[in-house]
């Protein structure tokens, strides 16, 4: 299951899911989101709400601004020190990182860095 949230394929873990039982979901979770596959995320956590968590070093590269949403409001306690790489150009995913209270914590020509820090998220700012 994990190869196939790596690769995007929901209709494979549609048929993994009805099929089969075994597989560590939470791992094919984390895939999911460090491809940014938002389609499988959401699939996911609906058929299989497991725990998850981040590893403490882990970054999400150029992610889609609803998938670091959907993180921040699901997981904000489990993304503490987490990295997000956000494209420099695009300044509305910048401003929304600012407003959320994330940490900037470098940039330059391409990429723009934030890191999360669990308790000055501000979370009533997530969309629900």
Not at 16 to 39: F, I, K, P, Q, Y
Not at 86 to 115: H, Y
Request: some cysteine.
């Amino acid at each position: 299951m994990s190869e196939a949230a790596a690769n995007g394929h929901l209709g494979v873990i549609r048929w993994l899911l009805s099929n089969r039982r075994e597989g560590s979901t939470s791992v094919a979770l984390w895939w999911a989101l460090m491809r940014n596959h938002l389609d499988v995320v959401l699939f996911l956590q609906i058929h299989r709400p497991e725990d998850f968590s981040f590893l403490a070093a882990d970054c999400m590269h150029y992610s889609c601004m609803e998938l670091i949403e959907l993180v921040l409001h699901h997981y904000a306690d489990k993304v503490d020190r987490c990295e997000f790489e956000v494209p420099t150009w695009d300044w509305r995913f910048n401003e929304w990182c600012a407003k959320m209270n994330l940490q900037r914590v470098r940039g330059d020509i391409s990429s723009t860095w934030w890191v999360c820090e669990s308790a000055s998220l501000r979370s009533e700012n997530v969309a629900e």
